[in-house]
């Protein structure tokens, strides 16, 4: 059993910033993939930002320049700075992490989702 557990949305005006964090706690040996995802109302879930276990970072074009996705790996925690926000970024924010069990098997574990609304 793994468990996510995400922090930080909440209400900003545009050009503001906002940091994400997703830690991790269980029965886990790593993790590989790192990530974050966001679902707006009516509008199917996407990929904001993923980072690889050898650091490798990719982006959607429209966050490019204004999100950067890190991680503490001493934390197990993985973060999202989000800068110069727009009210299109308004959405849910989900993390998701790639963990390898003691059994090595990989499982995909999802955060419980924070809301992000930018808004004057």
């Known amino acids: 059993q793994v468990q996510l557990v995400e922090s930080g949305g909440g209400l900003v005006q545009p050009g503001g910033s906002l940091r994400l964090s997703c830690a991790a706690s269980?029965?886990?040996?790593?993790?590989?993939?790192m990530g974050w995802y966001r679902q707006a109302p009516g509008k199917q879930r996407e990929m904001v930002a993923t980072?690889?276990?050898?650091?490798?970072?990719n982006y959607t074009e429209s966050v490019k320049g204004r999100f950067t996705i890190s991680k503490d790996n001493a934390k197990n925690t993985v973060y999202l700075q989000m800068n110069n926000l727009k009210p299109s970024d308004t959405a849910v924010y989900y993390c998701?992490?790639?963990?390898?069990?003691?059994?090595?098997?990989?499982?995909?574990?999802w955060g419980q989702g924070t809301q992000v609304t930018v808004s004057s």
């Open positions: 269980g029965r886990f040996i790593s993790i590989n993939r």
């Open positions: 998701h992490l790639e963990t390898v069990a003691p059994n090595s098997y990989r499982y995909n574990n």
């Open positions: 980072l690889s276990v050898d650091d490798n970072a």
